[in-house]
């Protein structure tokens, strides 16, 4: 039997121990974030795809790969892969989503959450840049302590609950709004969405993206909020940006400290408005999708995956 062929097209030179997981399972092609145009010449020879969260791998990429079976992304989320299309056309899709043993020792993401929270109460990016700029006025960058502050988190799994833990250490109270599950800790307060919003000075999302939840942070949320601050490191398709926008604009949000925006896999971001705003206000700051990008949370991550991979390449 011929060896399979993978494509791979997220980076991994620095991910020693995954990389020797898959060059043990087949023929790799390593690209580094390649454009549409220059993965489509490749894809006719290719039986699976390891893929980064930068392109959406749509019927187009997929009706080009004739031999492809599987589709292992090393990631949580999955909204980058047409899995409709993958299921019509009988390619799997494997993700780490349910790892709940791996994930659990990753703690990439909620550490950046909690980051960007620290960052936009304490107004960090826009002090460095004033310095930069060579002033020194301490007067314009007031923040607030977190000791005591109510934040409250949507959406109470994994990074979630890393996220309460990381809040618990600098004594803040801790609400949660999590339809799904029954919140086991006893520092966090359980509460219905009315509650969280009116309560919480600081909201930050660690919600999937879903039918349900695309645009659920809409106007009727921002206009529970008085002075707010909100974190997203999860999608940026679960906010209304343009209600956002307005929010950030009137002071509802007093300032965001965002991972994610929509649009973000295909999009023009340099044009995007959130980008184009952050560039030019003291109250939005945004980091390009690197939350899970740790050299430790990658290696778990995506050995993991090269192995699942691996397993079921042995099967086909």
Request: net charge negative; proline share 5%; with cysteine.
């Amino acid at each position: 039997m011929s060896p399979k062929t993978i494509l791979v097209t997220v980076p991994m030179e620095h991910l020693p121990e995954a990389r020797g997981v898959l060059d043990e399972s087949g023929r790799v092609i390593y690209t580094d974030h390649p454009s549409r145009n220059e993965i489509l010449p490749l894809l006719p020879e290719v039986d699976a795809i390891f893929p980064n969260t930068k392109m959406m791998l749509d019927a187009a990429i997929i009706n080009a790969s004739p031999r492809l079976k599987v589709i292992c992304t090393p990631s949580t989320g999955t909204d980058h892969i047409d899995k409709n299309y993958c299921k019509a056309r009988g390619v799997e899709v494997l993700s780490i989503t349910r790892d709940y043993e791996l994930l659990k020792t990753i703690t990439s993401t909620a550490e950046h959450a909690f980051g960007l929270m620290v960052n936009v109460v304490r107004n960090m990016p826009w002090s460095y840049d004033s310095v930069r700029e060579g002033d020194w006025d301490y007067t314009r960058f007031r923040g607030r302590e977190l000791q005591g502050r109510v934040l409250g988190i949507v959406g109470y799994g994994r990074l979630g609950t890393m996220m309460s833990r990381f809040a618990r250490a600098f004594d803040m109270e801790v609400l949660a709004f999590d339809p799904y599950v029954v919140v086991p800790d006893d520092w966090v307060t359980q509460v219905d969405l009315d509650e969280l919003l009116a309560r919480s000075e600081i909201i930050s999302l660690h919600v999937h993206l879903t039918p349900e939840t695309y645009g659920m942070v809409d106007r009727s949320w921002f206009d529970r909020m008085g002075g707010t601050y909100l974190v997203n490191t999860s999608r940026g398709c679960l906010i209304d940006e343009a209600a956002l926008l307005d929010a950030l604009e009137d002071g509802r949000v007093k300032a965001a400290g965002l991972d994610v925006i929509c649009g973000e896999i295909e999009g023009d971001t340099r044009a995007h408005p959130l980008v184009q705003y952050a560039s030019s206000h003291s109250t939005l700051m945004i980091t390009p999708h690197c939350g899970g990008m740790s050299y430790d949370g990658q290696e778990k991550a995506f050995r993991f995956a090269a192995q699942k991979l691996r397993r079921y390449l042995e099967t086909v």
